[in-house]
């Protein structure tokens, strides 16, 4: 009669965890998806938010741990998003420094205790010069009245002023307001001072943002939950709502199937607690 009970009980917790073994294998976990999101993007399209234009620059996967530690390594899709943007640059030039403007070096000269402009004054290439004149030597003599350069013709050396030998440099003043061509740009005098001057310029800046799966991305003043349908679509929806109850859905299913899969457990540990049982000998 005993082993017939325990039979009977063991036979219901069976079933039980039939039951619950079959909702855990036949059941669909949800998953995130955007019926209709706002963009739906591959890699290289161009999109616009809160009149902003932005590209995806690429979507990837991305291999994470594993190697050579003996974990597993998982793969993430990761898309990368990029707009250009115009940023104000500036340049300060201290009186008395060398600039490179064009192919040639300037000297920053600036006079006066409240001046509005400065000047460039071209810094000759004395070597050159003197190298490209047969007739001089490739260096400049001092003499007690000053510096000369030893020119040879006809055999006869003379020694000529170095003030009258090399050409008058060119000097070109700017005055706060001025633009002129500068790196391949056009820039602008924004302020000159006793000890320096500044010049401005607009330049274009590429920002970049790494987009992952479910990450929230901020466009302009746009909210987006990112969501990748394959490896190389990127989805993004501005209804955080529904993506918080899809969220909740998926956080439900979950414990849902932890508790089955603790029912299944459990039943399955109470038949063998109970067949155990019946190879205790029975006192009577």
Known sequence: MQRRAVAVYAALFLLVAGVAGV???????????FENPDLELSSGDTFEVDGAEYVVADISEVEEGGGGHGGSATTSIVAT????????????????????????????????????????????????????????????VERDD????????????????????????????????????????SVTVDQVSADQAVIVWEATQTN??????????????????????????????????????????????????SGLTRVLILSLFSVVLLLSTTFIPSRY
């Open 23 to 33: 909702l855990t294998v036949t059941a669909e976990s949800p998953e995130v998806a």
């Open 81 to 140: 998003i990029e707009r250009e943007v115009t940023v104000d640059q500036s340049e300060t030039w201290a009186n008395g420094s060398t600039v490179t403007v064009g192919d040639r070096d300037w000297r920053v000269e600036i006079t006066g205790d409240d001046p509005s402009e400065f000047t460039l004054v071209e810094v000759l290439d004395r070597q050159a010069i003197l190298e490209a004149d047969d007739n001089a030597d490739n260096e400049t």
């Open 146 to 185: 000053g510096e000369y350069v030893v020119v040879t013709e006809n055999g006869e050396s003379t020694l000529v002023p170095a003030d009258e030998y090399f050409p008058a440099p060119d000097e070109q003043s700017y005055a706060t307001g001025d633009s002129f061509d500068y790196g391949g740009q």
């Open 208 to 257: 970049s943002m790494e987009v992952e799966e479910e990450s929230t991305v901020t466009l302009g003043e746009t909210d987006f939950v990112a969501n990748f349908p394959d490896a190389s679509t990127l989805t993004m929806s501005s209804d955080i709502e529904g993506y918080e109850a899809q969220v909740a859905e998926i956080d439900q299913f979950e414990q849902y199937n």
